[in-house]
T-cell receptor, first 113, second 114 residues
Framework: DAKTTQPPSMDCAEGRAANLPCNHS???????VYWYRQIHSQGPQYIIH???NNETNEMASLIITEDRKSSTLILPHATLRDTAVYYC??????????????FGKGMKLTVNP | GAGVSQSPSNKVTEKGKDVELRCDPI?????LYWYRQSLGQGLEFLIY????????KSGLPSDRFSAERTGGSVSTLTIQRTQQEDSAVYLC????????????FGSGTRLTVV
């Protein structure tokens, strides 16, 4: 019951920008978009999150469309170490105050030399 | 500590035995989550703790699974009468309760039931 859809895979050349798309057309007004990545055999690593404004940190930039139905994670200068499965996630608030991150299948980004 | 700590990192157990997996969240993080990830699959939500509130157990796959969180800090996930389909990586994450904060995951416990 993931609320996001991502392409299954993407390739990118080392040193180029990697633009990772995500659709979340049913997102609610108070739900944040989170991006995580998982490198083989490790726990997921937080990258960035946003609500409606574009965000930038030392790892990446997050561009959210004005209608909030889609977003793009941008890795400005991809390196071989950025090869990982990237998860776009909507933080779901459940009735009663509980909440959870619902992970979909993610998107495998392969950075090629 | 600086991160979420899980132990053991690897556990091999015989079918039918009980196992306990431990999670030490980041100090001050009031929210704690357990997920599991089977080989080649995405993450599956198991349980959520928030402060002193009753936990959200909606993701636990069967009554063989239980979890507790003592003193609002350390959490233990217990699997009774383990089955081969329980083999997976069990991941713990913690977060500040404030909305808009990321979750920090531990490195997981790889459970193998033989």
């Amino acid at each position: 019951d993931a609320k996001t859809t991502q392409p299954p895979s993407m390739d990118c050349a080392e040193g180029r920008a990697a633009n990772l798309p995500c659709n979340h057309s049913t997102i609610s007004g108070n739900e944040y978009v989170y991006w995580y990545r998982q490198i083989h055999s490790q726990g997921p690593q937080y990258i960035i999150h946003g609500l409606k404004n574009n965000e930038t940190n030392e790892m990446a930039s997050l561009i959210i469309t004005e209608d909030r139905k889609s977003s793009t994670l941008i890795l400005p200068h991809a390196t071989l170490r950025d090869t990982a499965v990237y998860y776009c996630i909507v933080r779901v608030q459940i009735q009663g105050g509980s909440e959870k991150l619902v992970f979909g299948k993610g998107m495998k980004l392969t950075v090629n030399p | 500590g600086a991160g979420v700590s899980q132990s053991p990192s690897n556990k091999v157990t015989e079918k039918g035995k009980d196992v306990e997996l431990r999670c030490d969240p980041i100090s001050g993080h009031t929210a704690l989550y357990w997920y599991r990830q089977s080989l080649g699959q995405g993450l599956e939500f198991l349980i959520y703790f928030q402060g002193n509130s009753a936990p959200d157990k909606s993701g636990l796959p069967s009554d063989r699974f239980s979890a507790e969180r003592t003193g609002g800090s350390v959490s233990t996930l217990t699997i009774q009468r383990t089955q081969q389909e329980d083999s997976a990586v069990y991941l713990c994450a913690s977060s500040r309760r404030d909305r808009g904060y990321g979750y920090t995951f531990g490195s997981g416990t790889r459970l193998t039931v033989v």
